[in-house]
């Protein structure tokens, strides 16, 4: 039989070609030529926090994806790239692609973070949960533009169609349908050595003696979020940098005239890592305490207080670690606060809120139990009642771009933002209760409802606006602000216009036993190329063989054929 077969195929060959180009070439080149991989879209990513504190891991530990397109709702997610909108995103359906080991996590955020509607800024409220635990599966965020919502709408619709139709309708809707595989550019994510934090002071030196009291005002500069490149931090800490910046302002001015010249030290520190348990104040501490015998923080300590997430609100809660004593320069601060509120601005709730320093907690609550932990009396003032606020460490955190939430008319957004009235009010708030304290005015006699910064000396709004719009025009993660950058040159310029003295200090994370440890690959790039669903490679497999086999049957069948005809034929040559 097949030497009849081998037979007929050499006739086919030599005397029917066009017979040989029909059976052969359509299923060689079917079989040898790929199907083309069209790139549909080419978007920036941004990967979640990957970092290690004290020792233990948090976020992803993930930087390469290269799987098929599914959203949430196929039935089916393990290994394939789930793509998920902001607005239907929930804590449930992302453990859900967990649970089934997606092979990566895309959620869509709308183009303006600051006008999303109240129920979606509900989303800041699971960040923190996200980054509780570390995992595996890369997850990434995206800005929508209408290329990527095409395709999260065509994604939806394949995924969709799998759990409501039946078996034959699902297979084959899956084979025709057009699919996307997702692609990163970047490599796997390793640890970032030797990066140094940086930390910013200056100070005004008082007048009158040598062994001064000081007082420090501290705010953090860097951002937090559950991305880093999506960390812009406006309220917490844009406000309170802003303030610190515009409090070193008015009492430079102060101090320059001899007239106003005040017998306190006034020392302003801006740190770094403060998100990452306050390591720049840390290294500053101990720079101060431990490594130097002449240093303002060793001498006379009035009192540190820490700006932090002052922007917005109608109150003003004053954190303390342990309530300060009658008689003590930060009992005066308390009460000066106090008479200043109910004086002059009585619409603002004003409270003290007591919480001892807790040792066993992985990272500090508040900036000022650093100063705490070395014993100097400190204190933190922000608009938020608690440190658990997840204002403080969302990418929700942003910069409005309304004018009309501004300026305080209009609707205001629905997250956290930037109220520049409530800002340069509270500003003149704590510049009017520092001056009382540093004046001694209360036992001079002066009425709670004398002003200070009027005028000339006024609180000045447009500089804070400004101020506050630059720090939010990039993203400030400790993780991408590195010695060298943009906000530590500036912030170090705007210091040494108003203080004298100004240094940076510097924290790297200790080779052999390191607190903190950042990674890179935190923003790359990703391609959506258009591609056939795996079945159908299958199914094209599954009909090119049964091809194969319908002409191999016919040429058996031609063959016997062919040996019939020449027997019955054969006799009948010989005859003639």
């Not at 069209?38 to 990967?47: D, L, M, P, Q």
């Not at 005004?204 to 559950?226: M, Q």
């Amino acid at each position: 039989m097949f030497e009849e077969a081998s037979e007929v195929f050499d006739n086919m060959f030599k005397s029917s070609f066009p017979l040989t180009f029909i059976v052969f070439i359509p299923a060689v080149l079917i079989l040898v030529s790929p199907l083309p991989t069209e790139a549909a879209h080419e978007f920036t990513v941004y990967r979640m926090q990957q970092y290690d504190l004290q020792g233990q891991p948090y976020g992803t530990r993930n930087a390469i994806l290269n799987t098929e397109a599914r959203t949430v709702e196929a039935e089916v997610l393990s290994r394939r790239c789930v793509i998920m909108r902001l607005v239907d995103f929930s804590y449930e359906r992302y453990q859900k692609a967990l649970r089934q080991s997606a092979g990566a996590v895309v959620i869509i955020l709308p183009k303006n973070m600051s006008t999303m509607p109240q129920d979606i800024v509900q989303f800041m409220e699971l960040e923190p949960e996200m980054l509780a635990t570390e995992t595996i599966v890369p997850v990434y965020f995206a800005l929508e533009d209408d290329e990527l919502l095409s395709i999260y709408t065509q994604t939806l619709t394949t995924s969709s169609s799998q759990g409501s139709s039946s078996a034959a309708e699902v297979l084959i809707h899956t084979a025709t349908a057009n699919g996307f595989q997702m692609v990163t550019s970047g490599a796997q994510s390793k640890a970032v050595s030797d990066w140094a934090i940086t930390s910013l002071e200056g100070r005004l030196a008082g007048t009158g003696g040598e062994d001064l009291p000081t007082i420090v005002l501290v705010a953090h500069y860097d951002s937090f979020g559950v991305a880093p490149w999506l960390s812009y931090g406006a309220d917490s800490n844009g406000s309170g940098v802003s303030m610190l910046l515009e409090l070193a302002r008015l009492f430079s001015r102060l101090y320059t005239y001899k007239r106003t010249h005040a017998g306190y030290n006034l020392l302003f520190f801006v740190s770094g890592g403060g998100k990452f348990n306050y390591q720049g104040t840390k290294r500053w501490l101990e720079d101060n305490l431990d490594h130097t015998d002449s240093s303002l923080l060793q001498d006379n300590v009035a009192f540190v207080l820490c700006l932090d997430t002052l922007g917005n609100g109608d109150s003003l809660h004053l954190h303390v670690s342990k309530p300060p004593k009658e008689g003590t320069t930060q009992y005066a601060l308390l009460k000066e606060l106090e008479t200043v509120i109910s004086s002059q601005y009585p619409e603002v709730k004003f409270s003290m809120v007591h919480k001892k320093i807790n040792l066993a907690d992985d990272t500090l609550a508040w900036e000022h139990e650093r100063f705490g932990i070395r014993r100097l009396p400190a204190f933190t003032l922000s608009h938020l009642n608690s440190h658990r606020e997840a204002q403080r460490s969302s990418i929700m955190d942003v910069r409005s771009v309304s004018p009309s939430s501004r300026h305080g008319v209009g609707e205001p957004p629905a997250g956290p933002y930037v109220d520049l009235r409530k800002l340069s009010r509270n500003t003149k708030l704590i510049a009017e209760s520092l001056a009382r304290v540093i004046y001694n005015l209360t036992e001079k006699g002066a009425p709670g409802d004398l002003q200070i910064f009027t005028e000339q000396m006024q609180v000045q709004e447009e500089q804070l606006s400004s101020m506050v719009d630059w720090l939010t025009a990039q993203p400030r993660a400790a993780q991408l602000v590195d010695k060298d950058s943009s906000v530590v040159s500036t912030l170090e310029y705007h210091l040494g216009h108003y203080l004298k003295d100004v240094r940076r200090h510097y924290v790297k994370a200790d080779k052999r036993d390191p607190e903190f440890v950042f990674y890179d690959q935190l923003k790359q790039t990703m391609n959506a190329y258009r591609v056939k669903p795996a079945i159908f490679d299958l199914l094209l497999a599954v009909c090119i063989a049964a091809y194969l086999g319908v002409i191999y049957l016919a040429i058996q069948h031609f063959g016997v054929l062919y040996s019939v005809v020449r027997r019955i034929t054969a006799p009948k040559t010989k005859q003639h």
